[in-house]
């Protein structure tokens, strides 16, 4: 017996806030990105250990949330908690494999494509384990098509924001950024749902059983990570370099500002450094030789 699926019980509340959990992750995961690779002093793979943390966090999150709109009319559906939330360890380390490859060998394409490989199967993977993690009376089936479209749109998703993360500087355009990887993410889950079917055993209308239902699962699934995701997004606007993308070493010397108008002092010679590098440096002027008047000139 097939069950009757519906992936949006809650009409468009779901859908949207899933889209927003999953933008607010890659836009914190790709401004701390990008503050490991602009700021050589700073401490760097602790900024993309944050900034894994906080993309594997907001996909999670934004699968679980699209995942409260899931519903089989016929039986009543579970959770296990262990697989659950072996899924999210399966999301950060897998974003961030990808983001240590790339923050440290740069934007090559071997780079690039190798990480986005990685961390577009470690989102997939996330979401094929999370959906294994669901109990019910019957079992779940997949197109095969389907699904390997799905891991397909992770693979390219993953590529294009590790790419965004290393190439786009500016705030703005990774705000804009992150609205792309947020369609590219939702487009992943709702293809792989698209791809899931429900074979219903003959008692499908009994007890669960083990398992917890979704509303138990609802305070872990939004409050944890949105907890981290809101701490995350703290630590980066507080931190005016990470905002506005300018590197510490381009910085004025010795705190000044440069003024428009006045040029810059050129740097003085060492001590014990020879006259004559000063006197090749200034500018010389030919006097010419002073000549005694003479009275036809007169």
Same mark, same amino acid.
């Given at each position: 017996?097939?069950?009757? /699926?519906?992936?949006?019980?809650?009409? =468009?509340?779901?859908?949207?806030?899933?889209?927003?959990?999953?933008?607010?992750?890659?836009?914190?995961?790709?401004?701390?990105?990008?503050? %490991?690779?602009?700021?050589?002093?700073?401490?760097?793979?602790?900024w993309l250990?944050?900034?894994?943390?906080?993309?594997?966090?907001?996909? *999670?999150?934004?699968?679980?949330?699209?995942?409260?709109?899931?519903?089989?009319?016929?039986?009543?559906?579970?959770?296990?908690?262990?697989?659950?939330?072996?899924?999210?360890?399966?999301?950060?380390?897998?974003?961030?494999?990808?983001?240590?490859? +790339?923050?440290?060998?740069? #934007?090559?394409?071997?780079? =690039?494509?190798?990480?986005?490989?990685?961390?577009?199967?470690?989102?997939?993977?996330?979401?094929?384990?999370?959906?294994?993690?669901?109990?019910?009376?019957?079992? =779940?089936?997949?197109?095969? &098509?389907?699904?390997?479209?799905? /891991? +397909?749109?992770?693979?390219?998703?993953?590529?294009?924001?590790?790419?965004?993360?290393?190439? /786009?500087?500016?705030?703005?355009a990774s705000?804009?950024? %992150?609205?792309?990887?947020?369609? #590219?993410?939702?487009?992943?889950?709702?293809?792989?749902?698209?791809?899931?079917?429900?074979?219903?055993?003959?008692?499908?209308?009994?007890a669960v059983?083990?398992?917890?239902?979704?509303?138990?699962?609802?305070?872990?699934? =939004?409050?944890?990570?949105?907890?981290?995701?809101?701490?995350?997004?703290?630590?980066?606007?507080?931190?005016?370099?990470?905002?506005?993308?300018?590197?510490? *070493?381009? $910085?004025?010397?010795?705190?000044?500002? &440069?003024?428009?108008?006045?040029?810059?002092?050129?740097?003085?010679?060492?001590?014990?450094? %020879?006259?004559?590098?000063?006197?090749?440096?200034?500018?010389?002027?030919?006097?010419?030789?002073? $000549? %005694?008047?003479?009275?036809?000139? *007169?």
């Amino acid at each position: 017996m097939q069950g009757t /699926v519906d992936g949006f019980s809650y009409g =468009l509340v779901t859908p949207v806030a899933a889209y927003f959990m999953a933008c607010l992750g890659g836009a914190l995961g790709l401004r701390c990105t990008t503050r %490991s690779l602009r700021n050589r002093r700073s401490f760097k793979s602790g900024w993309l250990a944050l900034g894994a943390t906080a993309i594997g966090s907001g996909i *999670w999150t934004m699968h679980f949330v699209a995942m409260m709109g899931f519903s089989v009319a016929e039986a009543p559906i579970g959770y296990d908690r262990p697989t659950t939330f072996a899924s999210l360890a399966v999301a950060i380390i897998m974003v961030g494999i990808g983001i240590f490859i +790339v923050g440290y060998r740069g #934007a090559t394409p071997m780079a =690039l494509i190798t990480g986005g490989t990685i961390t577009g199967l470690g989102i997939a993977s996330m979401h094929y384990l999370g959906m294994a993690g669901i109990r019910l009376q019957g079992r =779940l089936e997949y197109d095969t &098509a389907t699904v390997a479209l799905s /891991v +397909v749109i992770a693979v390219v998703a993953a590529t294009a924001a590790l790419w965004a993360a290393v190439s /786009v500087h500016g705030f703005m355009a990774s705000l804009g950024a %992150s609205l792309v990887m947020g369609v #590219a993410v939702s487009g992943m889950h709702y293809t792989g749902m698209a791809a899931a079917s429900v074979h219903l055993h003959g008692a499908a209308a009994a007890a669960v059983g083990d398992g917890d239902s979704p509303a138990s699962l609802l305070a872990p699934l =939004l409050i944890g990570p949105a907890v981290f995701l809101l701490l995350a997004g703290v630590v980066v606007m507080f931190d005016p370099l990470l905002v506005m993308g300018e590197p510490d *070493w381009r $910085e004025p010397a010795a705190g000044r500002r &440069a003024r428009p108008g006045v040029p810059s002092q050129r740097p003085k010679p060492s001590y014990g450094a %020879s006259a004559s590098w000063a006197a090749d440096r200034s500018p010389r002027r030919e006097v010419p030789p002073r $000549e %005694s008047p003479r009275s036809s000139d *007169w």
